[in-house]
């Protein structure tokens, strides 16, 4: 009974206390949260600029038009299914096929590492979408202008429209930065130790529910906050270089 009384109790009053003891969870959820996020959006656009490059390269084969137009043809058609599929399933869904499912086929991987391909797999797919029309937004009158001065479609692509299109897509791919941050919170369901895990770790030792929670809130607020404020500086400097 005076166990119980003690436990209503500490849920009961609001305090921040705990942290003198539990801060350091916090700060691991932290460094865990960062790094996922960071080897995510890695791992997402160079998986992103492949499934990009399925959906806009034409496949050269020994000028046999009817093989290069049906390999494109199936590059594209994968391309599709993939970020469909990935568009259409929940994330959380994903997570587990990776970290549950795999191990039924003899793959199997650490906690870490299924989150980290989870959300890279994800991600990929609408960083794709990001670098597509990141692409598309370049005037195609840059490679007309390309290809009339003797430059192939692909040095022109990748010293001509590219650079411009970085311009163009780097702000969204800050903002899926921002998004992979936060959908990392789901990686606590696998037992990675970010942020909501250190939630749980302090829920369990403490009896508080409220509290942790307000903290977890203020670390991905400082997070997302000061990396918008980041990427808010490098748009401005990309406009700038655009009036010169």
């Not at 109790?9 to 003198?20: G, I, N, V």
Request: charged share 20%; glycine share 6%; hydrophobic share 50%.
């Amino acid at each position: 009974e005076t166990f119980i009384f003690d436990k209503e109790e500490a849920m009961r009053e609001l305090s921040f206390t705990f942290l003198e003891k539990y801060y350091p969870v916090f700060l691991e959820g932290i460094k865990w949260t960062i790094s996922i996020a960071l080897v995510t959006v890695i791992m997402g656009v160079i998986l992103g600029s492949i499934l990009c490059l399925m959906k806009t390269v034409k496949v050269k084969f020994f000028n046999i038009r009817i093989i290069e137009s049906l390999l494109t043809a199936i590059l594209r058609i994968v391309s599709n299914v993939y970020v469909e599929i990935i568009r259409g399933t929940p994330l959380l869904l994903q997570i587990y096929l990776v970290f549950f499912g795999l191990p039924a086929l003899g793959v199997k991987f650490g906690a870490f590492t299924s989150c980290v391909i989870a959300l890279s797999l994800n991600s990929a797919a609408y960083v794709s979408e990001i670098i597509r029309a990141g692409i598309e937004a370049v005037d195609k009158g840059q490679m007309e202008a390309a290809r009339s001065l003797g430059t192939t479609e692909a040095k022109g692509m990748i010293y001509i429209v590219i650079p411009q299109a970085i311009k163009n897509i780097l702000p969204a791919i800050g903002n899926e930065f921002v998004a992979v941050i936060k959908e990392s919170s789901m990686a606590s369901t696998i037992g990675v130790a970010e942020i909501m895990y250190a939630v749980n770790v302090v829920k369990g030792a403490t009896w508080k529910s409220f509290e942790p929670l307000i903290v977890a809130a203020v670390c991905y607020f400082t997070i997302t906050f000061t990396l918008g404020r980041l990427l808010g500086i490098l748009e401005r400097r990309l406009k700038a270089s655009d009036s010169r």
